[in-house]
């Protein structure tokens, strides 16, 4: 079955610093991975998935991040931090893109100005 | 993508009582996906519903608790049973419009007192 680890459930970054939030998943077959972000009271929001092709895709609001095969890694960067950054991220996996989506426990991203 | 239409958006319980939550699609998918987020917490796959056969629950979760229907290709409702303080969370409802395209609805915002 498919899972999700996401290291660090908090993390703090300086507005303009490079952010980075860790994903490893596991899968029985090549996955389906996407990254989501939850501002407070507010619904989920799709920042950018990895079907097929390309292993490094990019998102809304600068995003990107980069399907490791080897590492069964998938960490989301931005290289330049903001204020409007702050909020819950979560990484998730599908098998089949067709099939359940199952989500990391979630990383807090602060900004410290 | 689906676009997706859930109610109630929220609503205040007595504990005790039971809420029936719906989600209508504007298109016609095989599979709709209920997922729980409580306070502060990732989202947890509660049941997968597919149309004309019983859904199938994770680990965790039990049909007399959470009953569930899928009554055709566009509609699904979850149904918390006897409800308890400890079942106060954002419940969503999800589908896929194709290979790695999840649609969520906007979340019921469940509150047991």
């Known amino acids: 079955a498919q899972s999700v680890t996401q290291l660090g459930s908090h993390v703090s970054v300086s507005e303009g610093a490079l952010v980075l939030l860790r994903c490893n998943y596991s899968s029985s077959v090549p996955p389906y991975l996407f990254w989501y972000v939850q501002y407070p009271n507010q619904g989920l929001q799709l920042l950018l998935k990895y079907t097929t092709g390309a292993t490094l895709v990019k998102g809304i609001n600068g995003f990107e991040a980069e399907f490791k095969k080897s590492e069964t890694s998938f960490h989301l960067t931005k290289p330049s931090a903001h204020m409007s950054d702050a909020a819950e991220y979560f990484c998730a996996v599908s098998d089949t893109g067709d099939d359940k989506i199952i989500f990391g426990k979630g990383t807090r991203l602060h900004i410290l100005p | 993508s689906a676009v997706i239409s859930q109610k109630p958006s929220r609503d205040i319980c007595q504990r005790g009582t039971s809420l029936t939550i719906q989600c209508q699609v504007d298109?016609?998918?095989?599979?709709m996906f209920w997922y729980r987020q409580q306070p502060g917490q990732s989202l947890t796959l509660i049941a997968t519903?597919?149309?004309?056969?019983?859904?199938?629950?994770e680990s965790g979760f039990v049909i007399d608790k959470f009953p569930i229907s899928r009554p055709n290709l566009t509609f699904s409702t979850l149904t918390v049973s006897n409800m308890s303080p400890e079942d106060s969370s954002i419940y969503l409802c999800?589908?896929?419009?194709?290979?790695?395209?999840?649609?969520f609805g906007s979340g019921t915002r469940l509150t047991v007192v």
């Open positions: 298109s016609q998918v095989t599979m």
């Open positions: 999800s589908v896929t419009g194709g290979p790695g395209g999840y649609t």
């Open positions: 519903a597919n149309q004309g056969s019983e859904a199938t629950y």
